[in-house]
């Protein structure tokens, strides 16, 4: 009764109560989509419904379904059935508890400075892994950006403009936790070799974070303090600091051509140890972090800025 | 209390298939992406009883968080996101949309 | 019965079934991206599950002191499992992008009637 006219309780009692589309919900004007039947030009017509009846029939006919059926079931069969000659589950007798897992785990820490044996492992031992993953998100920002982006002229089609900026529930919850998971995120990464964590934990965690963040203060805004161009910059920088930075721990790794590496394991434990694999954890959490971002604003608003 | 933990995961796992099979069954993708994205909260359990917390964190951000945002503004994109188009069942294309438009 | 013993790996294998199934019979796209996500996480699953260990220990070691190997699970596969997980984001990321162009042209996410569609629009050409 308090709270009888307060425009967060009557939004609140609009959206539960009201028999609203999504849209209206989210206070968009959406345009009627226009039929233009007369304009069909000879081209377009095998687009309607007649051409395409019996499409369905054609290729989804009861042979094809028959042994789909049968080749899922055999599938299936044949699976289950390999588990049984498998190894036992939670056996510490299996082909995989070998010299290679007892040196990872037993000699990782004195040879890596790596508390967190995992860090260790995919940031040292198997380091160019990594970098091909690294550039494997890379790879993909780019193929997205390709196929889905917008040219600058366009303005962004107001039916694609929808915004969670109205919303009271996500706008105050949002803002609320934004803050709090970016910490966390900062955390993950930068203690990825001392707890749980790690460059594509912490990258995702933060990614997630700023997605918030956009959701909460709109696109512009974040558009405006996250520009394309320092997403352009960490990236490059991240993955030429890894190569780089790898290349010089291989070169000098080898004993027999007498230079010595100056990067060393240091203390375990400390918060600047490890040698290579703390800024390695934060280049690919940066290039985790720009990849989940840049995937949200490209399929939000068709380009970056 | 090693018991207790085997029944804890054997039930997960029953429920991460009772996730899949949802799934896989409802007809609309509306519905079975919220069901993913349970299924990846699920996961995210097993993977901290498989002590392997790196993988339970990577997991409940990825799998539950972005993952799902993409899906949905995807959906959102094509405005399908109020419509009921499961598998186009009644064999008929949207004629409300312009097909002349890009 | 080994199988009873496996049950994780079963899970992993019946996941597996369901994606595959998905599919196979999903005519929707966006379904079929979904098995291929549910596909990945039981694979990830079944990995993850070889080099558990009942008894032991997450594979982070005490700072200082003696390290033995055999009171910590075997690490490898989830060193693999980690940026797995991460690359079927952007993979499934690729193939929305995809499916958004696709539907822009077609108008639909039935597979099998933009694949008529395209045979239509070759033979006119």
């Known amino acids: ?305 | 209390m090693e018991d207790i933990i085997t029944i804890f995961r054997i039930l997960l796992l029953i429920s991460l298939i009772v996730c899949a099979v949802a799934t896989a069954l409802s007809k609309r993708v509306m519905t079975a992406l919220i069901i993913f994205t349970s299924y990846s909260i699920v996961m995210a359990v097993v993977w901290l009883l498989l002590r392997s917390p790196d993988l339970a964190i990577t997991e409940a951000a990825v799998g539950a968080g972005v993952n799902g945002v993409l899906f949905f503004l995807t959906l959102r994109k094509l405005h399908l996101i109020d419509k009921d188009f499961a598998d186009d069942e009644d064999g008929k294309i949207d004629e409300g949309v312009n097909v002349n438009e890009e | ?125």
């Open chain 3, 1 to 125: 019965m080994n199988l009873l013993i496996n049950y994780e790996a079963v899970t992993s294998m019946v996941l597996f079934a369901i994606g595959f199934t998905m599919l196979v019979f999903s005519k929707n796209i966006m379904k079929k991206i979904l098995g291929l996500n549910i596909v990945d996480t039981g694979v990830y699953l079944f990995l993850a599950s070889m080099g558990y260990i009942e008894g032991k220990l997450t594979p982070i070691v005490p700072v200082a002191g003696p390290v033995d190997a055999l009171d910590y699970i075997n690490p490898i596969p989830q060193g693999l499992v980690l940026t797995g997980i991460v690359v079927s984001v952007s993979f499934s990321a690729l193939m929305l992008a995809l499916t958004v162009r696709l539907y822009r042209k077609y108008r639909t996410l039935n597979l099998d009637k933009i694949y008529e569609m395209c045979r239509k629009e070759d033979e006119q050409e």
């Open chain 1, 1 to 305: 009764m308090l709270m009888k006219n307060n425009k967060f309780s009557s939004l609140l009692k609009e959206w539960y109560e009201g028999n609203l589309s999504f849209d209206e919900r989210m206070n968009i004007e959406t345009e009627k989509p226009v039929i233009k039947k007369e304009e069909t030009t000879e081209k377009q017509k095998i687009y309607l419904v007649k051409d395409v009846e019996n499409a369905e029939e054609k290729l989804t006919s009861k042979g094809y379904k028959f042994f789909s059926v049968i080749f899922c079931v055999i599938l299936a069969v044949i699976l289950v059935g390999t588990v049984n000659f498998m190894p036992l589950f939670a056996d510490d007798n299996t082909p995989t508890t070998n010299e290679v897992y007892e040196h990872y785990v037993g000699e990782g820490r004195d040879q890596t400075g790596a508390v967190n044996t995992v860090a260790g492992m995919i940031l040292d031992y198997r380091a160019f892994d990594t970098l091909g993953e690294s550039f494997v998100l890379f790879t993909a920002t780019c193929a997205v950006l390709l196929l889905l982006e917008q040219s600058k002229d366009k303005p962004i089609k107001k039916r694609e403009t929808f915004t969670y900026t109205n919303d009271p529930i996500v706008r105050l919850v949002v803002k609320l936790l934004t803050p709090i998971i970016i910490v966390f995120g900062i955390y993950v990464l930068f203690n990825g070799h001392l707890s749980p964590g790690g460059g594509f934990s912490g990258g995702s965690v933060l990614g997630a974070g700023f997605i918030l963040f956009a959701m909460a203060y709109g696109e512009d805004f974040a558009a405006k303090v996250i520009t394309p161009k320092i997403i352009r910059v960490i990236t490059i920088c991240s993955l030429s600091f890894y190569c780089l930075a790898k290349s010089y721990s291989f070169f000098t790794g080898n004993e027999f051509n007498g230079i010595h590496s100056i990067i060393t394991p240091g203390t375990p434990g400390n918060i600047v140890s490890g040698g290579l694999i703390l800024p390695l954890n934060i280049a690919v959490g940066f290039v985790v972090c720009c990849t989940m971002y840049s995937f949200y604003m490209i399929f939000k608003r068709g380009r970056l800025d």
